[in-house]
């Protein structure tokens, strides 16, 4: 079965900076978009960046100039490196990916993992 496996998250400081993997395994035949989506403590969930399968990159307004997303088609891998982090960038972040599979075309989660800014 398809599935999509983040590294782990971390604690970093504020200005810090960590990068975020999410892997996909499986039958997946092709991929689409993929994203990071992010849910802080009672907040709802975000998008924060989605890359097309060209390459093409979006962001928040709220990441612009600080996170890049990127992706290794390859590798099935999409990244995010997040720099000048701030405290309020904590949250658990999801990858996600519109995949092509032995199950059809959908949308496929990685576990969420947590990052946490401290000021």
């Known amino acids: 079965q398809e599935q999509l496996v983040e590294s782990r998250g971390g604690l970093v400081q504020t200005g810090g900076s960590l990068i975020l993997s999410c892997a996909g395994s499986g039958s997946i035949s092709s991929i689409n978009a993929m994203g990071w989506y992010r849910q802080a403590p009672g907040k709802q969930r975000e998008l924060v960046a989605v890359?097309?399968?060209?390459?093409?990159?979006n962001y928040a307004d709220s990441v612009k100039g600080r996170f890049t997303i990127s992706r290794d088609n390859a590798k099935l891998t999409v990244y995010l490196q997040m720099n000048s982090l701030r405290p309020e960038d904590t949250a658990v972040y999801y990858c996600?990916?519109?995949?092509?599979?032995?199950?059809?075309?959908?949308?496929?989660w990685g576990q969420g993992t947590q990052v946490t800014v401290s000021s």
């Open positions: 996600y990916a519109a995949i092509k599979g032995i199950l059809g075309t959908r949308t496929i």
């Open positions: 890359i097309t399968s060209g390459g093409i990159p």
